[in-house]
Protein backbone atom coordinates (compact mmCIF):
# COMPACT_ATOMS: atom_id res chain seq x y z
CA UNK A 1 0.00 0.00 0.00
CA UNK A 2 1.71 3.12 -1.02
CA UNK A 3 1.15 6.64 0.08
CA UNK A 4 -1.85 8.40 -1.84
CA UNK A 5 -1.42 12.11 -0.61
CA UNK A 6 -2.19 13.48 -4.40
CA UNK A 7 -5.67 10.93 -4.90
CA UNK A 8 -8.81 11.51 -3.20
CA UNK A 9 -9.58 10.74 0.24
CA UNK A 10 -11.97 8.17 -0.76
CA UNK A 11 -9.58 6.09 -2.78
CA UNK A 12 -7.06 6.38 -0.24
CA UNK A 13 -9.68 4.91 2.73
CA UNK A 14 -10.38 2.42 -0.45
CA UNK A 15 -7.06 1.63 -0.83
CA UNK A 16 -6.39 0.16 2.78
CA UNK A 17 -9.88 -1.46 3.20
CA UNK A 18 -8.55 -4.65 0.96
CA UNK A 19 -11.26 -7.55 0.13
CA UNK A 20 -13.49 -5.82 1.87
CA UNK A 21 -13.73 -2.44 -0.07
CA UNK A 22 -16.42 -3.61 -2.44
CA UNK A 23 -18.86 -4.36 0.86
CA UNK A 24 -18.96 -0.35 1.09
CA UNK A 25 -21.39 -0.08 -2.55
CA UNK A 26 -23.03 -2.99 -0.79
CA UNK A 27 -23.32 -0.94 2.25
CA UNK A 28 -24.18 2.08 0.87
CA UNK A 29 -26.96 0.60 -1.58
CA UNK A 30 -28.42 -0.16 1.42
CA UNK A 31 -28.38 3.00 3.05
CA UNK A 32 -29.65 4.36 0.19
CA UNK A 33 -32.53 1.93 0.02
CA UNK A 34 -33.11 2.00 3.64
CA UNK A 35 -33.86 6.08 3.79
CA UNK A 36 -36.25 5.70 0.93
CA UNK A 37 -38.04 2.99 2.82
CA UNK A 38 -37.70 5.31 6.02
CA UNK A 39 -39.85 7.75 4.03
CA UNK A 40 -42.72 5.77 3.31
CA UNK A 41 -44.33 5.28 6.64
CA UNK A 42 -44.43 8.85 6.57
CA UNK A 43 -46.57 8.74 3.37
CA UNK A 44 -48.57 6.00 4.63
CA UNK A 45 -49.21 8.12 7.69
CA UNK A 46 -50.54 11.16 5.35
CA UNK A 47 -52.46 8.59 3.36
CA UNK A 48 -54.63 7.73 6.70
CA UNK A 49 -54.97 11.49 7.25
CA UNK A 50 -56.31 12.33 3.48
CA UNK A 51 -58.82 9.04 4.34
CA UNK A 52 -59.89 10.51 7.62
CA UNK A 53 -59.88 14.26 5.66
CA UNK A 54 -62.02 13.59 2.86
CA UNK A 55 -63.96 10.85 3.70
CA UNK A 56 -64.24 12.09 7.21
CA UNK A 57 -65.43 9.34 9.47
CA UNK A 58 -66.95 7.16 7.26
CA UNK A 59 -63.47 6.58 6.13
CA UNK A 60 -62.99 2.80 5.22
CA UNK A 61 -61.64 0.84 8.02
CA UNK A 62 -59.82 -1.79 5.52
CA UNK A 63 -58.25 1.22 4.10
CA UNK A 64 -56.72 2.25 7.27
CA UNK A 65 -55.57 -0.92 8.44
CA UNK A 66 -53.98 -1.29 5.17
CA UNK A 67 -52.06 1.62 5.39
CA UNK A 68 -50.69 0.93 8.56
CA UNK A 69 -49.55 -2.47 8.30
CA UNK A 70 -47.65 -0.67 5.39
CA UNK A 71 -46.01 1.76 7.46
CA UNK A 72 -45.44 -1.25 9.88
CA UNK A 73 -43.51 -3.00 6.84
CA UNK A 74 -41.94 -0.02 5.27
CA UNK A 75 -40.71 0.13 8.92
CA UNK A 76 -39.23 -3.25 9.59
CA UNK A 77 -37.62 -3.04 5.77
CA UNK A 78 -36.39 0.21 6.95
CA UNK A 79 -34.76 -1.28 10.01
CA UNK A 80 -33.07 -4.55 8.03
CA UNK A 81 -31.70 -2.34 5.16
CA UNK A 82 -30.49 0.28 7.82
CA UNK A 83 -28.42 -2.40 9.89
CA UNK A 84 -27.60 -4.39 6.65
CA UNK A 85 -25.74 -1.31 5.99
CA UNK A 86 -24.11 -0.57 8.89
CA UNK A 87 -23.21 -3.87 9.67
CA UNK A 88 -21.36 -3.88 5.93
CA UNK A 89 -19.41 -0.75 6.70
CA UNK A 90 -18.44 -1.92 9.68
CA UNK A 91 -16.81 -4.87 8.50
CA UNK A 92 -15.13 -2.68 5.54
CA UNK A 93 -14.23 0.43 8.47
CA UNK A 94 -12.15 -2.53 10.71
CA UNK A 95 -10.46 -3.83 8.29
CA UNK A 96 -9.10 -0.12 7.12
CA UNK A 97 -8.62 0.44 10.45
CA UNK A 98 -6.43 -2.83 11.11
CA UNK A 99 -4.55 -2.16 7.55
CA UNK A 100 -4.10 1.65 8.54
CA UNK A 101 -2.43 0.54 11.74
CA UNK A 102 -0.49 -2.35 10.62
CA UNK A 103 1.04 -0.09 7.36
CA UNK A 104 1.47 2.37 10.11
CA UNK A 105 4.00 0.11 12.30
CA UNK A 106 5.38 -1.56 9.31
CA UNK A 107 6.42 1.72 8.07
CA UNK A 108 7.61 2.36 11.70
CA UNK A 109 9.56 -0.48 11.73
CA UNK A 110 12.10 1.09 8.77
CA UNK A 111 12.25 3.97 10.15
CA UNK A 112 15.89 4.65 11.13
CA UNK A 113 16.23 4.24 14.20
CA UNK A 114 16.95 8.13 15.14
CA UNK A 115 12.95 8.37 14.78
CA UNK A 116 12.45 7.22 17.75
CA UNK A 117 14.30 9.60 19.63
CA UNK A 118 12.50 12.23 18.13
CA UNK A 119 9.25 10.50 18.18
CA UNK A 120 7.92 9.85 22.09
CA UNK A 121 6.05 6.10 21.88
CA UNK A 122 3.10 8.41 23.52
CA UNK A 123 3.07 10.91 20.68
CA UNK A 124 2.80 7.45 17.86
CA UNK A 125 0.17 5.88 19.86
CA UNK A 126 -2.01 9.13 20.20
CA UNK A 127 -1.55 9.96 16.39
CA UNK A 128 -2.47 6.46 15.52
CA UNK A 129 -5.02 5.30 17.36
CA UNK A 130 -7.53 8.79 17.57
CA UNK A 131 -6.69 9.27 13.27
CA UNK A 132 -7.75 5.64 12.71
CA UNK A 133 -10.40 5.88 15.41
CA UNK A 134 -11.61 9.19 13.45
CA UNK A 135 -11.63 7.50 9.73
CA UNK A 136 -13.23 4.22 11.48
CA UNK A 137 -16.24 6.46 12.43
CA UNK A 138 -16.02 8.36 9.12
CA UNK A 139 -16.64 4.75 6.98
CA UNK A 140 -18.85 2.93 9.47
CA UNK A 141 -21.19 5.58 9.89
CA UNK A 142 -21.11 9.05 8.06
CA UNK A 143 -20.18 7.11 4.54
CA UNK A 144 -23.66 5.47 4.68
CA UNK A 145 -25.39 8.61 5.92
CA UNK A 146 -24.08 10.67 3.15
CA UNK A 147 -25.49 8.56 0.25
CA UNK A 148 -28.51 8.23 2.81
CA UNK A 149 -28.88 11.69 3.73
CA UNK A 150 -28.26 12.73 -0.31
CA UNK A 151 -31.12 9.92 -1.41
CA UNK A 152 -33.41 11.65 0.88
CA UNK A 153 -32.81 15.45 0.35
CA UNK A 154 -33.01 15.02 -3.00
CA UNK A 155 -36.56 12.51 -2.73
CA UNK A 156 -38.18 15.41 0.03
CA UNK A 157 -37.20 18.47 -2.70
CA UNK A 158 -38.93 16.29 -5.43
CA UNK A 159 -41.78 15.38 -3.29
CA UNK A 160 -41.93 18.71 -1.91
CA UNK A 161 -42.57 20.21 -5.51
CA UNK A 162 -44.65 17.13 -7.03
CA UNK A 163 -47.53 18.14 -3.96
CA UNK A 164 -47.69 21.68 -4.41
CA UNK A 165 -44.62 23.96 -6.02
CA UNK A 166 -45.93 26.88 -4.35
CA UNK A 167 -45.68 25.66 -1.13
CA UNK A 168 -42.09 23.99 -1.61
CA UNK A 169 -41.14 27.21 -2.69
CA UNK A 170 -41.89 28.74 0.64
CA UNK A 171 -39.70 25.75 2.19
CA UNK A 172 -37.03 26.87 -0.28
CA UNK A 173 -36.36 29.77 1.29
CA UNK A 174 -35.45 28.74 4.83
CA UNK A 175 -33.28 26.00 2.77
CA UNK A 176 -31.68 28.58 1.07
CA UNK A 177 -30.86 30.76 4.02
CA UNK A 178 -29.58 27.20 5.88
CA UNK A 179 -27.29 26.95 2.41
CA UNK A 180 -25.55 30.29 2.54
CA UNK A 181 -24.55 29.89 6.25
CA UNK A 182 -23.51 26.18 5.74
CA UNK A 183 -21.55 27.72 2.81
CA UNK A 184 -20.21 30.35 5.28
CA UNK A 185 -19.06 27.79 7.83
CA UNK A 186 -17.68 25.27 5.25
CA UNK A 187 -15.89 28.46 3.21
CA UNK A 188 -12.33 27.89 1.99
CA UNK A 189 -10.74 28.06 5.35
CA UNK A 190 -12.48 25.44 6.64
CA UNK A 191 -9.61 22.86 5.17
CA UNK A 192 -6.68 25.00 6.81
CA UNK A 193 -8.94 25.43 9.97
CA UNK A 194 -9.25 21.75 10.60
CA UNK A 195 -5.94 21.06 10.63
CA UNK A 196 -5.22 23.69 12.99
CA UNK A 197 -7.92 22.03 15.28
CA UNK A 198 -6.54 18.58 14.85
CA UNK A 199 -2.95 19.92 15.29
CA UNK A 200 -4.19 21.52 18.58
CA UNK A 201 -5.89 18.75 19.82
CA UNK A 202 -2.76 16.40 18.68
CA UNK A 203 -0.55 18.73 20.73
CA UNK A 204 -2.65 18.87 23.78
CA UNK A 205 -2.87 14.47 23.78
CA UNK A 206 0.32 13.71 23.07
CA UNK A 207 1.43 16.30 25.97
CA UNK A 208 -1.08 14.29 28.10
CA UNK A 209 0.51 11.55 27.64
CA UNK A 210 3.90 12.66 28.54
CA UNK A 211 2.89 13.90 31.49
CA UNK A 212 1.32 10.95 33.05
CA UNK A 213 4.34 9.47 32.04
CA UNK A 214 6.53 12.09 34.11
CA UNK A 215 4.35 12.46 37.04
CA UNK A 216 7.06 10.54 39.20
CA UNK A 217 9.42 12.86 38.36
CA UNK A 218 6.97 15.68 39.00
CA UNK A 219 5.83 14.62 42.41
CA UNK A 220 9.48 13.49 43.19
CA UNK A 221 10.58 17.44 42.72
CA UNK A 222 6.83 18.22 44.46
CA UNK A 223 5.89 20.33 41.34
CA UNK A 224 2.43 21.40 40.28
CA UNK A 225 0.84 20.73 37.20
CA UNK A 226 1.53 24.03 35.95
CA UNK A 227 5.11 22.76 36.32
CA UNK A 228 4.92 20.60 33.06
CA UNK A 229 4.51 24.08 30.74
CA UNK A 230 4.54 22.05 27.55
CA UNK A 231 0.89 20.18 28.79
CA UNK A 232 -0.35 23.59 30.35
CA UNK A 233 0.67 25.16 27.22
CA UNK A 234 -1.24 23.54 24.84
CA UNK A 235 -4.45 23.30 26.82
CA UNK A 236 -4.21 26.90 26.60
CA UNK A 237 -3.72 26.86 22.92
CA UNK A 238 -6.25 24.91 22.49
CA UNK A 239 -8.73 26.51 24.62
CA UNK A 240 -7.62 29.74 22.74
CA UNK A 241 -8.31 28.34 19.53
CA UNK A 242 -11.86 26.10 20.61
CA UNK A 243 -12.72 29.85 21.79
CA UNK A 244 -11.96 32.03 19.12
CA UNK A 245 -13.24 29.26 16.58
CA UNK A 246 -16.62 29.25 18.60
CA UNK A 247 -17.26 32.75 18.37
CA UNK A 248 -16.02 33.09 14.88
CA UNK A 249 -19.05 30.51 13.84
CA UNK A 250 -21.57 31.85 16.31
CA UNK A 251 -23.41 33.83 14.33
CA UNK A 252 -23.65 31.70 10.76
CA UNK A 253 -24.68 28.38 13.08
CA UNK A 254 -27.26 30.22 15.35
CA UNK A 255 -28.76 31.65 11.60
CA UNK A 256 -28.11 27.94 10.32
CA UNK A 257 -30.38 26.42 13.06
CA UNK A 258 -33.02 28.51 12.72
CA UNK A 259 -33.27 28.13 9.19
CA UNK A 260 -32.99 24.59 9.02
CA UNK A 261 -35.16 23.99 11.66
CA UNK A 262 -37.65 26.79 10.90
CA UNK A 263 -39.20 25.11 7.01
CA UNK A 264 -42.38 25.62 8.69
CA UNK A 265 -42.55 29.22 9.42
CA UNK A 266 -43.19 30.36 5.55
CA UNK A 267 -45.18 27.16 4.95
CA UNK A 268 -48.68 28.52 7.48
CA UNK A 269 -48.90 32.22 5.47
CA UNK A 270 -48.16 30.67 2.38
CA UNK A 271 -51.03 28.33 3.01
CA UNK A 272 -53.08 31.13 4.17
CA UNK A 273 -52.43 33.52 1.06
CA UNK A 274 -53.01 30.12 -1.14
CA UNK A 275 -56.30 29.77 0.61
CA UNK A 276 -57.31 34.02 0.47
CA UNK A 277 -56.62 33.45 -3.54
CA UNK A 278 -58.75 31.39 -4.03
CA UNK A 279 -57.39 27.62 -3.78
CA UNK A 280 -58.90 24.64 -2.19
CA UNK A 281 -58.92 25.11 1.41
CA UNK A 282 -58.78 21.10 2.00
CA UNK A 283 -56.63 20.71 -0.75
CA UNK A 284 -53.76 23.10 0.60
CA UNK A 285 -54.55 21.79 4.43
CA UNK A 286 -54.10 18.37 3.08
CA UNK A 287 -51.29 19.03 1.42
CA UNK A 288 -49.67 21.56 4.67
CA UNK A 289 -49.88 18.56 6.87
CA UNK A 290 -47.83 16.61 3.88
CA UNK A 291 -45.16 19.22 4.38
CA UNK A 292 -45.39 19.52 8.03
CA UNK A 293 -44.91 15.56 7.81
CA UNK A 294 -41.67 15.68 5.29
CA UNK A 295 -39.93 18.99 6.54
CA UNK A 296 -38.23 18.17 9.28
CA UNK A 297 -36.55 15.20 6.98
CA UNK A 298 -34.92 17.66 5.36
CA UNK A 299 -33.43 19.40 8.41
CA UNK A 300 -32.54 16.57 9.56
CA UNK A 301 -30.56 15.36 6.51
CA UNK A 302 -28.75 18.44 5.99
CA UNK A 303 -27.38 18.59 9.67
CA UNK A 304 -26.11 14.72 8.89
CA UNK A 305 -24.74 16.21 5.30
CA UNK A 306 -22.74 18.93 7.32
CA UNK A 307 -21.28 16.25 9.56
CA UNK A 308 -20.24 13.79 6.62
CA UNK A 309 -19.04 17.04 5.17
CA UNK A 310 -16.95 17.71 8.25
CA UNK A 311 -16.21 13.82 8.80
CA UNK A 312 -15.39 13.75 5.13
CA UNK A 313 -12.33 16.38 5.59
CA UNK A 314 -11.21 15.32 8.61
CA UNK A 315 -10.89 11.51 7.48
CA UNK A 316 -8.65 12.82 4.34
CA UNK A 317 -6.70 14.58 7.44
CA UNK A 318 -6.59 11.92 9.91
CA UNK A 319 -5.36 9.30 6.99
CA UNK A 320 -2.76 12.04 5.65
CA UNK A 321 -1.35 12.46 9.58
CA UNK A 322 -0.75 8.67 10.77
CA UNK A 323 1.24 8.48 6.71
CA UNK A 324 2.88 11.71 7.41
CA UNK A 325 4.07 10.51 10.95
CA UNK A 326 6.24 8.14 9.16
CA UNK A 327 6.34 9.75 5.99
CA UNK A 328 8.55 7.46 3.37
CA UNK A 329 11.67 11.02 3.00
CA UNK A 330 11.92 9.82 5.86
CA UNK A 331 12.83 5.94 5.72
CA UNK A 332 16.36 5.11 5.03
CA UNK A 333 17.25 4.30 1.39
CA UNK A 334 17.81 0.46 1.65
CA UNK A 335 20.45 -0.64 -1.50
CA UNK A 336 19.31 -3.79 -3.53
CA UNK A 337 22.01 -6.08 -2.85
CA UNK A 338 23.35 -6.68 0.13
CA UNK A 339 27.03 -5.64 0.67
CA UNK A 340 28.30 -6.29 4.31
CA UNK A 341 32.14 -6.52 4.25
CA UNK A 342 33.83 -9.31 6.10
CA UNK A 343 35.89 -6.48 7.49
CA UNK A 344 34.93 -4.52 10.18
CA UNK A 345 37.03 -1.20 10.87
CA UNK A 346 35.09 1.89 10.74
CA UNK A 347 36.02 5.12 9.37
CA UNK A 348 34.48 9.08 9.08
CA UNK A 349 35.59 10.89 6.67
CA UNK A 350 34.72 14.50 6.54
CA UNK A 351 31.29 13.68 7.99
CA UNK A 352 28.83 16.33 9.10
CA UNK A 353 25.33 16.27 10.50
CA UNK A 354 22.50 18.38 11.35
CA UNK A 355 19.46 17.43 13.27
CA UNK A 356 16.22 18.26 11.38
CA UNK A 357 14.96 22.24 12.83
CA UNK A 358 18.19 22.41 14.80
CA UNK A 359 20.16 25.37 13.89
CA UNK A 360 24.06 24.14 14.07
CA UNK A 361 25.07 20.97 13.18
CA UNK A 362 26.09 18.27 15.49
CA UNK A 363 28.88 17.13 14.28
CA UNK A 364 31.44 18.79 11.79
CA UNK A 365 33.88 17.41 9.34
CA UNK A 366 34.67 14.97 11.46
CA UNK A 367 37.36 12.37 10.45
CA UNK A 368 38.00 9.57 12.45
CA UNK A 369 39.47 5.69 11.80
CA UNK A 370 38.79 3.11 14.36
CA UNK A 371 40.50 0.01 12.82
CA UNK A 372 39.07 -3.56 13.28
CA UNK A 373 39.58 -4.95 16.85
CA UNK A 374 40.53 -1.66 19.01
CA UNK A 375 38.36 0.30 21.09
CA UNK A 376 37.93 4.07 20.69
CA UNK A 377 36.37 5.88 23.37
CA UNK A 378 34.45 9.32 23.20
CA UNK A 379 34.92 11.86 25.46
CA UNK A 380 33.89 15.34 26.06
CA UNK A 381 31.17 18.02 27.77
CA UNK A 382 27.27 17.33 27.61
CA UNK A 383 25.97 18.24 24.12
CA UNK A 384 30.02 17.87 22.28
CA UNK A 385 28.26 15.35 19.71
CA UNK A 386 29.33 11.88 21.26
CA UNK A 387 26.33 9.96 21.11
CA UNK A 388 25.11 11.40 17.53
CA UNK A 389 28.85 10.59 16.30
CA UNK A 390 28.25 6.30 17.50
CA UNK A 391 24.62 6.54 16.30
CA UNK A 392 25.27 7.42 12.62
CA UNK A 393 27.37 3.97 12.68
CA UNK A 394 24.38 2.14 13.37
CA UNK A 395 22.58 4.39 10.80
CA UNK A 396 20.00 5.74 13.49
CA UNK A 397 20.27 8.94 10.73
CA UNK A 398 22.41 9.39 7.48
CA UNK A 399 25.40 11.30 7.48
CA UNK A 400 24.88 15.09 5.77
CA UNK A 401 27.94 14.96 4.46
CA UNK A 402 30.41 13.21 4.03
CA UNK A 403 30.67 9.40 4.60
CA UNK A 404 30.84 6.38 7.61
CA UNK A 405 32.12 3.24 6.16
CA UNK A 406 32.35 -0.19 7.58
CA UNK A 407 35.00 -2.12 5.86
CA UNK A 408 35.78 0.42 3.57
CA UNK A 409 32.20 0.35 2.03
CA UNK A 410 29.41 3.22 2.91
CA UNK A 411 26.88 2.06 5.65
CA UNK A 412 24.22 3.52 3.44
CA UNK A 413 25.33 0.74 1.03
CA UNK A 414 24.20 -1.26 3.66
CA UNK A 415 20.87 -2.86 4.19
CA UNK A 416 19.88 -1.58 7.77
CA UNK A 417 18.69 -5.04 8.65
CA UNK A 418 21.84 -6.73 7.45
CA UNK A 419 24.09 -3.83 9.68
CA UNK A 420 22.14 -4.27 12.64
CA UNK A 421 23.13 -7.89 12.61
CA UNK A 422 26.58 -6.98 12.93
CA UNK A 423 26.10 -4.33 15.55
CA UNK A 424 25.28 -4.68 19.47
CA UNK A 425 24.38 -1.96 21.79
CA UNK A 426 24.46 -1.64 25.69
CA UNK A 427 22.75 2.03 26.04
CA UNK A 428 22.52 3.76 29.29
CA UNK A 429 18.94 2.97 29.85
CA UNK A 430 17.95 -0.48 28.79
CA UNK A 431 14.77 -1.80 27.64
CA UNK A 432 13.81 -5.00 29.11
CA UNK A 433 10.39 -6.35 27.93
CA UNK A 434 7.72 -7.56 30.10
CA UNK A 435 8.55 -11.45 29.61
CA UNK A 436 10.81 -14.12 30.81
CA UNK A 437 14.48 -13.67 31.54
CA UNK A 438 15.24 -15.80 28.60
CA UNK A 439 13.05 -14.68 26.16
CA UNK A 440 14.93 -10.83 26.70
CA UNK A 441 18.26 -12.32 25.97
CA UNK A 442 17.25 -14.85 23.03
CA UNK A 443 16.36 -11.19 21.47
CA UNK A 444 20.07 -11.15 20.50
CA UNK A 445 20.02 -14.50 18.86
CA UNK A 446 16.58 -15.74 18.29
CA UNK A 447 17.83 -19.61 16.88
CA UNK A 448 20.23 -19.52 20.12
CA UNK A 449 21.21 -22.66 21.17
CA UNK A 450 19.66 -23.61 25.07
CA UNK A 451 23.86 -23.89 25.69
CA UNK A 452 24.99 -20.43 23.90
CA UNK A 453 22.30 -19.32 26.35
CA UNK A 454 23.91 -20.66 29.34
CA UNK A 455 26.88 -19.36 28.11
CA UNK A 456 25.79 -15.77 27.38
CA UNK A 457 24.36 -15.64 31.12
CA UNK A 458 27.86 -16.67 32.41
CA UNK A 459 30.13 -14.17 30.74
CA UNK A 460 27.63 -11.37 31.39
CA UNK A 461 27.75 -12.32 35.30
CA UNK A 462 24.10 -12.78 35.32
CA UNK A 463 23.91 -16.33 37.58
CA UNK A 464 23.50 -14.52 40.47
CA UNK A 465 20.49 -12.37 39.33
CA UNK A 466 18.79 -15.13 37.99
CA UNK A 467 19.40 -17.93 40.74
CA UNK A 468 17.30 -15.31 42.80
CA UNK A 469 14.44 -15.52 41.26
CA UNK A 470 11.26 -17.98 41.50
CA UNK A 471 11.86 -19.62 38.12
CA UNK A 472 14.92 -18.96 37.56
CA UNK A 473 15.73 -17.86 33.60
CA UNK A 474 11.99 -18.34 32.44
CA UNK A 475 10.90 -15.96 35.20
CA UNK A 476 8.88 -13.09 33.61
CA UNK A 477 10.23 -9.82 34.64
CA UNK A 478 7.94 -6.38 35.09
CA UNK A 479 5.15 -8.63 36.44
CA UNK A 480 3.81 -9.87 40.07
CA UNK A 481 6.36 -8.02 41.61
CA UNK A 482 9.38 -9.51 39.83
CA UNK A 483 11.21 -6.21 38.97
CA UNK A 484 15.22 -5.98 38.70
CA UNK A 485 17.91 -3.21 39.56
CA UNK A 486 19.22 -0.92 36.50
CA UNK A 487 22.32 -2.62 37.22
CA UNK A 488 20.90 -6.04 37.25
CA UNK A 489 18.66 -5.03 33.86
CA UNK A 490 22.32 -3.76 32.41
CA UNK A 491 23.30 -7.35 32.67
CA UNK A 492 20.50 -8.74 31.42
CA UNK A 493 21.21 -6.87 28.20
CA UNK A 494 24.51 -7.31 28.29
CA UNK A 495 24.21 -11.20 27.92
CA UNK A 496 21.76 -10.35 24.89
CA UNK A 497 25.02 -8.56 23.45
CA UNK A 498 26.88 -11.65 24.53
CA UNK A 499 24.43 -13.90 22.50
CA UNK A 500 24.33 -11.65 19.46
CA UNK A 501 27.96 -11.56 19.49
CA UNK A 502 28.34 -9.02 16.70
CA UNK A 503 32.05 -8.02 15.90
CA UNK A 504 31.13 -4.34 16.54
CA UNK A 505 29.92 -2.76 19.64
CA UNK A 506 28.31 0.57 20.88
CA UNK A 507 28.82 1.44 24.59
CA UNK A 508 27.02 4.17 25.18
CA UNK A 509 27.26 5.35 29.11
CA UNK A 510 26.62 1.65 29.91
CA UNK A 511 27.37 1.62 33.33
CA UNK A 512 25.85 5.28 34.27
CA UNK A 513 22.83 3.49 36.28
CA UNK A 514 24.81 0.68 37.81
CA UNK A 515 25.59 0.91 41.98
CA UNK A 516 29.04 -0.10 43.16
CA UNK A 517 28.37 -3.67 43.53
CA UNK A 518 26.48 -4.00 39.98
CA UNK A 519 29.35 -2.15 38.47
CA UNK A 520 32.18 -4.02 39.30
CA UNK A 521 30.35 -6.73 37.80
CA UNK A 522 29.51 -4.85 34.53
CA UNK A 523 33.18 -3.41 34.36
CA UNK A 524 34.51 -7.23 33.95
CA UNK A 525 32.03 -8.67 31.50
CA UNK A 526 32.20 -5.37 29.42
CA UNK A 527 35.89 -6.28 28.91
CA UNK A 528 35.14 -9.91 28.32
CA UNK A 529 32.30 -8.87 25.56
CA UNK A 530 35.10 -6.18 23.68
CA UNK A 531 37.38 -8.39 23.59
CA UNK A 532 38.49 -9.28 19.62
CA UNK A 533 35.61 -6.66 18.76
CA UNK A 534 35.42 -2.92 17.13
CA UNK A 535 34.57 -0.66 19.92
CA UNK A 536 32.78 2.68 20.18
CA UNK A 537 32.32 3.77 23.86
CA UNK A 538 30.98 6.49 25.69
CA UNK A 539 31.69 7.35 28.87
CA UNK A 540 31.96 10.19 31.10
CA UNK A 541 33.75 8.40 34.00
CA UNK A 542 36.98 8.54 32.60
CA UNK A 543 38.76 5.76 34.69
CA UNK A 544 36.66 3.02 32.25
CA UNK A 545 38.24 4.51 29.49
CA UNK A 546 41.74 5.04 30.06
CA UNK A 547 42.70 1.49 28.58
CA UNK A 548 41.00 2.28 25.28
CA UNK A 549 43.17 2.23 22.26
CA UNK A 550 42.32 5.49 21.40
CA UNK A 551 40.62 8.31 23.53
CA UNK A 552 38.41 11.27 20.94
CA UNK A 553 37.81 14.19 22.56
CA UNK A 554 34.78 15.45 21.22
CA UNK A 555 34.18 19.52 21.45
CA UNK A 556 30.94 21.08 19.85
CA UNK A 557 30.77 18.64 17.21
CA UNK A 558 34.04 18.20 16.19
CA UNK A 559 37.01 15.83 17.33
CA UNK A 560 39.62 18.37 19.73
CA UNK A 561 42.30 16.09 20.39
CA UNK A 562 42.80 12.10 20.20
CA UNK A 563 45.32 10.15 21.23
CA UNK A 564 45.71 7.33 24.22
CA UNK A 565 45.13 8.33 27.69
CA UNK A 566 49.51 8.87 27.91
CA UNK A 567 49.63 10.93 24.60
CA UNK A 568 46.92 12.89 25.94
CA UNK A 569 47.91 13.55 28.89
CA UNK A 570 51.44 14.63 28.38
CA UNK A 571 49.32 17.35 25.89
CA UNK A 572 48.24 20.28 27.30
CA UNK A 573 44.73 20.18 26.28
CA UNK A 574 41.15 19.47 26.58
CA UNK A 575 41.64 15.61 28.02
CA UNK A 576 44.50 16.77 30.42
CA UNK A 577 42.29 19.45 32.17
CA UNK A 578 39.26 17.30 32.07
CA UNK A 579 41.13 14.55 33.67
CA UNK A 580 42.31 17.08 36.38
CA UNK A 581 38.71 18.22 36.99
CA UNK A 582 37.38 14.28 37.40
CA UNK A 583 40.22 13.44 39.37
CA UNK A 584 39.43 16.22 41.50
CA UNK A 585 35.64 15.03 41.50
CA UNK A 586 36.41 11.62 42.77
CA UNK A 587 38.70 12.87 45.51
CA UNK A 588 35.66 15.09 46.96
CA UNK A 589 32.97 12.27 46.63
CA UNK A 590 35.54 10.27 48.58
N1 LIG B 1 17.18 14.32 18.42
C1 LIG B 1 17.82 15.50 18.39
N2 LIG B 1 17.26 16.55 17.73
C2 LIG B 1 17.89 17.75 17.68
N3 LIG B 1 19.08 18.01 18.24
C3 LIG B 1 19.68 17.01 18.91
C4 LIG B 1 19.08 15.71 19.02
N4 LIG B 1 19.92 14.93 19.74
C5 LIG B 1 20.99 15.69 20.05
N5 LIG B 1 20.85 16.93 19.55
C6 LIG B 1 21.82 18.05 19.66
O1 LIG B 1 23.00 17.63 18.99
C7 LIG B 1 24.15 18.01 19.72
C8 LIG B 1 25.00 16.78 20.04
O2 LIG B 1 24.24 15.95 20.90
P1 LIG B 1 24.76 14.52 21.41
O3 LIG B 1 23.65 13.85 22.11
O4 LIG B 1 25.41 13.83 20.29
O5 LIG B 1 25.88 15.00 22.46
P2 LIG B 1 26.62 14.14 23.56
O6 LIG B 1 28.02 14.60 23.53
O7 LIG B 1 26.37 12.69 23.37
O8 LIG B 1 25.91 14.64 24.88
P3 LIG B 1 25.73 13.86 26.28
O9 LIG B 1 27.07 13.57 26.81
O10 LIG B 1 24.98 14.84 27.12
O11 LIG B 1 24.91 12.62 25.99
C9 LIG B 1 23.64 18.73 20.95
O12 LIG B 1 23.72 20.12 20.68
C10 LIG B 1 22.21 18.29 21.10
O13 LIG B 1 21.43 19.32 21.65
Known amino acids: MKSQKQSSTLARLRSYMGKKGVLMPFSITFS ?8 LPFVCVWLIIRALFTQGLAASGSDIVRYAWWAFGFSILFILCYFTSLMLSHLAAFRLERNLRYEAMQRAVRMPLGFFTRNTTGKMRKVIDDNAGIVHTFVAHQLPDLAGGLTVFVATLVLMFVFDWRLGLACLVPLLIAFAQFYRMMGKDYGATMQQYMTSLEAMNTEAVEYVRGIPVVKVFQQTVYSFKRLYDSIMAYNKWVKEYAASMCKAMSIYTVAINGFAFLLVPAAIILILIGGSWQEITLNLIFYVLITPFFGQCIMKLMYVVDGYRQAGEAVGRIEALTDERQQLQTPRALTMPDTYDICFKQVSFRYDDASKEALSDVDLSIPQGKTVALVGASGSGKTTLARLIARFWDAGSGKVTIGGVDVKQLHPDELMRHISFVFQNTELFKTSIRENILYGKPDAAPGEIDRAVELAQCRD ?52 ENEHEIQHALRRLMRGKTVVMIAHRLTSVTDADTIVVMDEGRIAEQGTHAQLLEKDGIYRRMWKEYQQSVRWAI
Open 465 to 516: IIGKLPAGIDTKIGTEGIYLSGGEQQRIALARAFLKDAPIVLLDEATAFADP
Open 32 to 39: VLGNILGM
